[in-house]
């Protein structure tokens, strides 16, 4: 069991700062996604818990153990690589028992540990093949399965679902979290899709830039997001936002003049201030009176209904209706945005204007 | 085989027919094959040709002989006579080439029985029995012993013996056996030597018959003959177009047998231990170079360190420098190192090939970075990472300049005259090749048989090493 802590972790390359010091710590047997957009940092900040990649500035410890010195070889950890970097060379079962005859494991332990890890992952029967003679699910587990063997501190796992088609994604999804809950081990996940984050987190990391946006547990983010990034990044389908402003009486005012009335009680807000209001498609319905939404598309999937559109202060405004909803493209529907699940953020700092 | 059939008549399509590019190619591809076969077959071919046969600028392709007869040339009290006698056994026209066990094996007396008159004292004289026969003689009649040292002395020494008192008594054909024994005037040696047997017509009658030429590989319009059957008088001189010889074929396989045994007559070097020499200086500058060069070419394609670039450029600068630049002080090196005159002066200083660095390091950037972070994480040692992952995967680049190193360093000349040459004990297989063309002998058969030994190796490295150099890339494993 360990304690994985990043202290102010920076890295630059050169004069460029890609990392401007991260504070995450991940209790004990916590499975934490880092999360956020291609360029993020995300793999740059994996690597440097692996020990791949040197720390400029800051710490990074296990279990109070300060690891900034410490070689990859020597931490203890074991990861699982986008393209799997399975040894081409080598058959599967050398694949797996590589990492243990280097910290030079008892061969029948070796065997032990082989043969568990092979049974678990169901890759008994390839055990004498090649990787290059694998499908690509094949191959994910026996990255997986090298990383078991080891029975490190930390599991690594930089995107090692990205190569995998949209099916066996979900399959091996599900497999992963079966698997953290089996062994019980801390677990550090990268991706840049928030549906495994928000399906596989205890805690989810949202980057952006190199800056911790958020930290906290899938449903936190999801509910109280702490500014318009991590809103529009975390949910699908994505958050809408409509411009505007606070308007008297802590209405807000949409840009074409459209009222609706915030719990006030639930904001920080000055009058005037420039906001924009974020709700999630499920949380707008149609009604008379709302907000005039110019229809552009309608997707009817059978049980729900998207309703794409503009409305003055947004492009891009959705609905999600249950159901089956006769709505025709190139009219105009009002909408009622349902304001108790509503967000505000400040315009110019894009924070969360909650209390 | 079937397959290797398909790609060999592969076609550019259209329903199997040829097209003028395939045509092309195909004829490129012949004349390729021709360019490079050909020279070798001539090699193989002229290799098992006799000393002879080399000797007398033979241009055939096979090895072996015309069929040859014998032309005596005896002198005796009528003049010198010369003639030809046929159907002579080939231990008898190959005599002076037998060992002294064939000639134990042959009956000359039951065979020189059969002849008489000059045919007899020419056929005495080339069989060596002249002496033989003399010193029984002596022996027998009880004539005096100084007869026997009576050829070595000198003309003063001789006035002190009565040769003709001596001989007087004897008959004819004792006395003439005696004269001969003793070179006496007009009695010079007889002498039997092979000509080529052909048969042409008669210039004047038209009669088809056999003839005896001296060579019939030479390139003048008549050949001087002599009629074998001795009906003709004298030298014919007979067109060159109209005569026609006819040649066995008779591979010498003694050019390879006899310097490998050790036994090849004129030389003082042992060819077997210059194979041993060059296998050895071979293998072993082989490994340590591809230790060497894959262990460079992994810190500078895998690493990142001050002066990498420096490096990389410094070590490519080396190829533009030709090696005959820097042979005087390679030698002062060899020299100074005390090198010199041992295999190890071979191989030490070919040891690291700019080349080879270059050709690995291309390749090890093509081994992506994520396998050796993947063998990091598995707690592998930088050492473990170049030695479990690096080099297997680098295997078919390893194979190739393997292949080329062999060959560099079979067929180096240069060196090893540089390092070696003082040491016959230390020579290489191309120095021995030298060595066979000496300042009084030239071998020429046995050089030609031992470099087709020397070109063996060579081929056999590189019928078992090309598949490492076709395979591998395709199994990367990745993605």
Redesign the interface.
Known sequence: MALLELRNVKKSYGPVDVIHGIDITVASGEFCVFVGPSGCGKSTLLRMIAGLEKITDGEIAIDDEVLNNVTASERGLAMVFQSYALYPHMSVRNNLSFGLENISTPRDEIDQRVNEAARMLQIEDYLDRKPGQLSGGQRQRVAIGRAVVREPRVFLFDEPLSNLDAELRVATRGEISALHKRLGNTMVYVTHDQVEAMTMADKIAVLRAGKLEQFGPPLELFNAPANRFVAGFIGSPKMNFVKGTIGEGGAFVSEGGAEVQMDTSRFNLRPNQAVELGVRPSHTSPADGGIPLKVRAVEQLGTETFVYGSVDGAEEFAMQLSGQVNIQPDTVQHVAIDAGSAHLFDLDTGLSCSK | MSAVWDFMTRTQGRGGRLTWTDWLSYGYLFLGFLIILLPVLWLGLNSIKTQFQIESQDLSLLPGDFDRVARATVNGPDGREIFVIGELPDWVLNWSDLSEEERADQDVAEFLAGYDGNRLYALRSHLGQVSVAARRLIAEEGLPDWLNRYGALTPTAREAFDLDAVVAPLNEDQQRLLLEYLGQPPYEPNRIVTQALVTAPNPETGEVMQWAIPNPNATSEFFPGRAVDGSIEGVVRLPADTVTATRNVSPAWENYAEPLAGDAFGLTIDFTTCITNSVLVTVIATLITLLINSMAAFALSKYTFKGQNFFLVLILATLMVPATITLVGVFKAIDATGLSGSIWGVIVPGAATPAGVFLLRQYMLTI?D??L?????????EW?VFW??VL??A?PAIAALGILSIIWRWNDLIIPMIAISTNTEAYTIQLCLLAFRGEQVSQEHYRLAMTVISLIPTTLVFIFLQKYITTGI??????
């Open positions: 992506p994520e396998l972070e993947a063998a990091r994480m598995d707690s592998a040692s473990k479990r992952i297997p995967l295997l395709a199994n990367t494993g990745m993605k």
